[in-house]
């Protein structure tokens, strides 16, 4: 998307409730699970570095996963997942801090707050081993600079995933400085998904970066073509959370990190 393009009416509704929403109270400081060491222990075990995404609903799934996300979150690991992600967003996405600090406890894998943060001070509302920063939402007038919001989540102990969805936004977030880097497969003009985005964005990313593939994601073949298109990892919240009439989130979760597990590797960089 470039920056001319309209965003979705239910993007813009997530955004004008994010701005609404203030910060903690006390700084947060966190000594944090490290992604790219569980991004490693995965490979080296034979498993697709997989972070799976607990995600109660979202303005593009069919009605609500109400179980217990601490039983999702065991599921998950217990089938491979080697980080999770955990949506805290509570008007469109069901999700809240509450539940994160729950699933953090409950599990040993890094996890991910996967929020709309837009003000310094939204990155003190729970400890999380991740924070999601997404430069498209940062570019809108009255949000924090990406730098500086980049180096405030440092300076609180969190690692920072920067989500892009263009080759210009790759450029914005390698220039604030980011290490871990997200392309988002889904459009925030009309909620589609392409995993041709991941594969035309994923060349201009330099080898340091650690990449992740987000969205979209659903079968054994679209693991393999992530990595094969050089994903280090894979963000995956639908297929597990509800593939079809597929509840059992071990299983979903087992089946896609056992996808594939070399066709990293096998890609020749050139
Ligand atoms: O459910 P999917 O298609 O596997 O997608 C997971 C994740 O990538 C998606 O939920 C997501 C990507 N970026 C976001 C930003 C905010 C909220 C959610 C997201």
Sequence with gaps: MDDSEEIAPAVQSILDAARERGGGGD???VTGRSLPDAFDAAAADGRTPVIAEIKPTSPT??????DDPVDLAQQMVEGGAAALSVLTEPEHFGGSAATLERVRDAVDVPVLRKDFILHEEQLDVVEADVVLLIVRFLEAEGTDDLADLLAAARER??????ETHTAAEVEKAIDAGADIIGVNNRDLAE???DLGTFESVATDVPESVTLIAESGI???EDVTRMRRAGADALLIGSAIMDHGAATDVEANTRRLTRADTDAAETTTDT
């Design 27 to 29: 700084r947060v400081s």
């Design 61 to 66: 799934a069919e009605g609500e996963r109400t």
């Design 157 to 162: 102990g969190f690692q920072v995933l920067v």
């Design 191 to 193: 909620l589609e998904v």
């Design 218 to 220: 659903q079968t054994e």
